[in-house]
């Protein structure tokens, strides 16, 4: 139950560190916030919440994916991967990704994405 408090409480975290001035400014930093904040709610509400013991994953799919992957496109380049699920264009932020498939295995077109946010925690939730 610590755990899920723990991450619970990350949402407002990053909508706290969003910045903010007298005057409402909507800038690329801005809306990339927004995006991770939304990526975290979907994961979260969905239970797409992965830990691994030194990391959390939080995964988001479809829209706010999709959201998320293009707001980053103002500053992180894609990186174009082929593996045996298919064709990919990456974009690596930290520990972080998000994926748009742009190939099925069989070289078939696709257009589905996802993104995975890595939360490093060390051993500060083990039990």
């Known amino acids: 139950m610590?755990?899920?408090?723990?991450?619970s409480a990350i949402?407002?975290?990053?909508?706290?560190?969003?910045?903010?001035?007298?005057?409402?400014?909507?800038?690329a930093r801005t809306l990339t916030l927004?995006?991770?904040?939304d990526?975290?709610?979907?994961?979260?509400?969905?239970?797409?919440?992965?830990?691994?013991?030194?990391?959390?994953?939080?995964s988001c799919n479809a829209g706010k994916a999709r959201t998320l992957y293009n707001?980053?496109?103002?500053?992180?380049?894609?990186?174009v991967v082929q593996d045996r699920n298919g064709k990919f264009e990456n974009r690596a932020f930290g520990n972080s990704a998000c994926y748009h498939r742009i190939e099925?295995?069989?070289?078939?077109?696709?257009?589905?994405?996802?993104?995975?946010l890595i939360m490093n925690i060390g051993d500060a939730l083990t039990e």
């Open 104 to 116: 099925d295995q069989s070289g078939k077109p696709a257009d589905e994405f996802r993104c995975d």
């Open 11 to 27: 949402v407002p975290a990053v909508i706290a560190f969003a910045p903010t001035s007298g005057s409402a400014q909507i800038n």
């Open 39 to 58: 990526c975290l709610a979907e994961a979260i509400a969905t239970n797409a919440v992965a830990d691994d013991g030194s990391a959390v994953t939080f």
């Open 34 to 37: 927004a995006g991770v904040s």
């Open 2 to 7: 610590l755990r899920l408090a723990a991450v």
């Open 71 to 79: 707001f980053l496109g103002n500053k992180i380049r894609i990186e």
